[in-house]
């Protein structure tokens, strides 16, 4: 055996990564981290386990705050799969395109980054990633050596997301230009494919947490009953939520406009991922103002349920927005194998 | 075309083994169990090796302390060596004796009138080499048999003095003598006139010298 094969043979991961848990770090949710656990079997992506885990979910956010030494994170049996893939939900991590190496050196001189790029076409400007280091050195700590599962992926949670449309079926029966709205709770980020490629990105700093924050200010009541009041059929919300989507939508507007001229891609289709209430507002809204019809994307659907799967959430379809990044990042490398 | 946008942050470094055994683990503790059986190893042979130093010691002393006693058995030994060798010696002299007391005791009755013996001498054993028998003669005969000769020497007068010693060689050739002489024999030019005496005389009694060597049954070394 010479040195190469032995190195393979060795190597942390020297197989495909066929079965992978998605944990997102940094959500800050009080269910807990979310999970998803994902197995490619004959050539199909199944779902073995999914919930929200009691794990120490404190990601440092300065420097300074960075504990040493980093938890150690000891998942349940059923979601100890061989291999995780990390998503960092963080105000310092980004994703855009890049503008130019001047900006980035400077960003660097300020805080140590860890950045990675994606060109996605010659007459694209590539993608960058970035996570402050001490984050991405705290994340990748979380599972120690020695014991299932051990990290495969680093990735920003915003990257993470576009994973759960354009690794769907859904995604392969849209054809033209499609444009994406993956709601966050600070931001919403809007992702533009054309012929199955991504052309456009943009995040825009409105997110479902404000339209919770205009409802909770008008109402005086408290930002965990808005969900309740967005569901509600009885009370219209729209004076409330239009004026911050209003906003949104201009944005969105914009880049619809600069697809068109730009880039001459005329979109057809307008889909939404990542609320968890409230979704009829967002499309009459959106129709209201693009004249435009939104269609709702749900992360899960087209996606095999193991036989003895393990799903520690009541409503999966309620949870989604939550789970929406766990399952981006679990995709992208099942998926990528 | 399901193609996913994987920008992974990983380090290298930061990507672990999940499985409980681990090659930078193992390796060092592998290393550590081979040091350990070579140490085993090593030490069982230095045991080893102190064990046979120590009886090798005790071996040096008991030795030590034996050798002063071996030393004399073995010169024990080697005198009872010496002492059998003589007695052998003395065995082989008493085998190989020549008994000559009762043979010379008759040969005065042989001995014509007119024959005066001057000399009767049995020569001792010749050796080979000359010198060495002068310098360090051996202790005993190195051959096991020893040619044994009688030298008789005398003189005879008167008209039958060739018929006389004629006379006593033929007796010395008889059976009386047999058993002790092999062969009597007069060496050449030792049948002469006696020219020491009275010349004068010569004519009327003319005197012979004479010398008969017999050779005698050789001693036997066996």
């Not at chain 1, 942390?12 to 949710?29: H, N, T, W, Y």
């Not at chain 1, 949670?157 to 054809?175: D, G, P, Q």
């Not at chain 2, 082989?92 to 001995?111: D, E």
Request: charge should be neutral.
């Amino acid at each position: 055996m010479n040195s190469s094969a032995f190195k393979v043979k060795f190597s942390p991961q020297s197989k495909p990564f066929s079965d992978v848990i998605g944990l997102e770090i940094g959500a800050g949710l009080t269910q807990g981290v979310p999970a998803v656990r994902l197995r490619k079997k004959d050539g199909k992506t199944e779902l073995v386990a999914v919930g929200f885990l009691p794990l120490q979910d404190s990601l440092p956010l300065r420097f300074e705050e960075a504990p040493t030494p980093v938890p150690s994170w000891s998942l349940p049996k059923a979601f100890q799969a061989q291999y995780a893939a990390l998503a960092v939900t963080s105000e310092l991590a980004l994703l855009r395109h890049a503008a130019g190496t001047d900006e980035e050196a400077t960003d660097n001189k300020q805080l140590a980054y860890r950045t990675t790029t994606r060109s996605i076409a010659p007459d694209l400007p590539p993608l960058t990633a970035r996570i402050p280091e001490f984050q991405a050195r705290w994340a990748a700590g979380l599972l120690p050596e020695g014991r299932a599962p051990t990290a495969c992926s680093l990735q920003v949670s915003s990257a993470a997301a576009i994973n759960t449309f354009v690794t769907s079926s859904r995604f392969e029966s849209l054809s033209g230009t499609a444009v994406v709205l993956f709601v966050f709770p600070q931001y919403t980020s809007l992702v533009a494919f054309h012929d199955f490629r991504l052309v456009l990105y943009r995040e825009h700093n409105i997110g479902h947490s404000h339209i919770r924050d205009a409802i909770s200010t008008h109402m005086r009541i408290d930002p965990s009953l808005t969900d309740s009041i967005l569901e509600d059929t009885f009370i219209d919300s729209t004076p409330m939520i239009e004026p911050v989507l209003r906003t949104l939508y201009r944005q969105v507007e914009m880049s619809y406009d600069y697809l068109a001229r730009r880039r001459n891609c005329q979109t057809q289709n307008f889909l939404i991922c990542g609320l968890s209430s409230g979704l009829k507002y967002w499309t009459s809204i959106f129709n209201h103002t693009m004249n435009r019809t939104l269609a709702p994307f749900q992360p899960f659907d087209g996606i095999d349920v193991a036989p003895r799967a393990t799903i520690l959430v009541e409503d999966l379809t309620a949870a989604t927005p939550l789970l929406m990044t766990a399952l981006g990042a679990a995709q992208a490398v099942v998926e990528d194998t | 075309m399901k193609s996913p946008l994987h920008l992974d942050l990983l380090k290298e470094e930061e990507r672990l083994s999940s499985s409980p055994i681990r090659l930078r683990v193992l390796l060092p503790l592998i290393t550590t169990f081979f040091l350990l059986c070579a140490l085993l190893v090593w030490g069982l042979f230095e045991i080893q090796v102190l064990g046979k130093r120590k009886l090798m010691a005790n071996v040096e002393n008991a030795v030590k302390s034996v050798t002063p006693v071996h030393a004399a058995v073995l010169a024990s030994r080697d005198q009872e060596k010496e002492m059998r060798a003589g007695v052998q010696q003395l065995s082989l002299y008493k085998h190989a004796r020549n008994v000559f007391g009762p043979t010379l005791s008759i040969i005065a009755a042989q001995v014509p009138t007119n024959i005066q013996f001057t000399e009767m001498r049995i020569f001792p054993p010749q050796t080979a080499s000359e010198p060495s028998r002068s310098v360090n003669p051996p202790p005993a005969p190195t051959n096991t048999l020893e040619r044994v000769s009688l030298r008789i020497a005398g003189r005879t007068k008167g008209s039958r003095a060739s018929e006389s010693v004629n006379d006593l060689m033929a007796a010395l050739q008889t059976a009386a003598f047999t058993n002790v002489f092999r062969s009597v024999s007069i060496p050449k030019g030792a049948f002469r006139l006696d020219t020491s005496r009275n010349q004068s005389a010569l004519t009327a009694n003319e005197s012979l010298l004479f010398e008969i060597t017999c050779e005698c049954e050789p001693r036997r070394f066996e």
